[in-house]
């Protein structure tokens, strides 16, 4: 009800501007001729999944100003919550009623079995530098997935990483064997749970919003995210233990109804990439540093958390249990998700030599 009321308003909104663009017609003669005149700009639509000032909000304001610093366009961003879930606004953008989502793999793998690729543990790299480079020069994510995408209406434009997945859980983990017993809450995504069922935990898919109340009230005893996300949703008031495995990066992606996208002009086209591009560009240098930075702001906001950091012996027993993971992966794609995994460590290694 609430989302359907949520839509109702946006579209209230558009026929409202319609109503008052309508009532320029009775303005005088060379007004109209000047108006005329000047470029007619559309609204555009961009949903993502994060809060105000979080890593998706600041990559959707960089591409939301040079789209509009760029054209007559004005673009409408909506936050988490806004317009529903992950599930709504990429229904939403399907559906035509967006024009641009961010949505993580994590959600997108229900569409795109291939997304569930950065969920096989100890595969990327959690080092800033490392991933970035790979995101910007890695073919498995530049020109594999884009035709991946496409084939669910969508029009891939950028894929970025946000930042080193933390795992937090009411008592300290440092081997699989503490996992025992545990509820560690996970996306709906098959291949996320096969990693925490071999990290030992019992896989819990649970929508966002359910979140923070079911660690609170001990319905389940951890969750992953990265840590910005642990500190600007409060995770770390009822799940104060933060476990920093170093098995992965979480990243996501951000596209664009695919036959919005192929309605535009060659010149809107260039528009949306560029902007794309640039708030691409910002992004990888915003996200360095970030988890560092926002760990402290969650160790000045409470005396309960702990943070532990693996050793390479304790991280080694969790890498032992990550070939299953990917071994299910390739059982769920088959052979288009084999070639995807061995370009990723083709690409991985090229990343790796040029240190």
């Not at 501007?17 to 009532?23: E, F, H, K, L, W």
């Not at 054209?71 to 953008?93: C, K, N, P, W």
């Not at 002009?265 to 260039?270: F, G, Q, Y």
Request: aromatic share 10%.
């Amino acid at each position: 009800m609430m989302l359907k009321k949520v839509l109702g308003t946006a579209v209230a909104g558009v026929l409202m501007a319609s109503m008052v663009g309508c009532s320029g017609e009775t303005e005088e003669t060379e007004s109209n001729t000047q108006a005329a005149a000047e470029p007619q700009g559309e609204t555009w639509r961009y949903a993502h999944e994060e809060f105000e000032g979080d890593v998706q909000d600041v990559f959707a304001m960089k591409f939301k100003e040079y789209i509009e610093d760029n054209s007559a366009h004005t673009l409408e961003v909506y936050r988490f919550g806004e317009l529903g879930e992950s599930d709504d606004i990429m229904e939403q953008t399907q559906q035509g009623i967006l024009q641009f989502v961010n949505q993580s793999p994590g959600f997108t793998g229900s569409l795109i079995p291939e997304a569930q690729i950065f969920f096989i543990p100890y595969l990327l790299p959690v080092e800033d530098d490392k991933i970035i480079e790979f995101f910007k020069t890695s073919e498995a994510i530049n020109e594999m997935f884009p035709e991946l995408y496409a084939e669910q209406g969508l029009e891939l434009l950028r894929m970025y990483p946000e930042g080193e997945m933390v795992v937090t859980a009411d008592e300290p983990v440092r081997t699989p064997a503490d996992f025992d017993g545990k509820k560690i809450r996970t996306m709906t995504n098959p291949l996320l749970s096969e990693t925490y069922e071999a990290f030992g935990a019992t896989p819990t898919p649970l929508p966002w919003g359910e979140v923070y109340g079911a660690l609170q009230t001990n319905i389940i005893q951890g969750q992953e995210n990265p840590i910005f996300w642990i500190e600007s949703g409060g995770l770390y008031e009822v799940s104060p233990n933060l476990i920093f495995t170093g098995h992965g990066q979480f990243t996501t992606a951000m596209m664009a109804n695919q036959d919005f996208y192929e309605g535009l002009s060659a010149e809107d086209k260039e528009l949306v990439q560029s902007a794309a591009d640039y708030a691409f560009n910002h992004i990888t240098e915003y996200v360095q540093g970030l988890s560092e930075e926002k760990l402290q702001a969650i160790l000045d906001a409470s005396d309960e958390v702990t943070v532990t950091r693996l050793t390479e012996e304790e991280r080694q027993a969790f890498m032992d249990r990550a070939p299953q993971v990917e071994d299910k992966f390739i059982e769920m794609t088959g052979e288009s998700g084999q070639e995807l995994l061995q370009q990723f460590k083709e690409d991985l290694q090229e990343v790796n030599a040029a240190e």
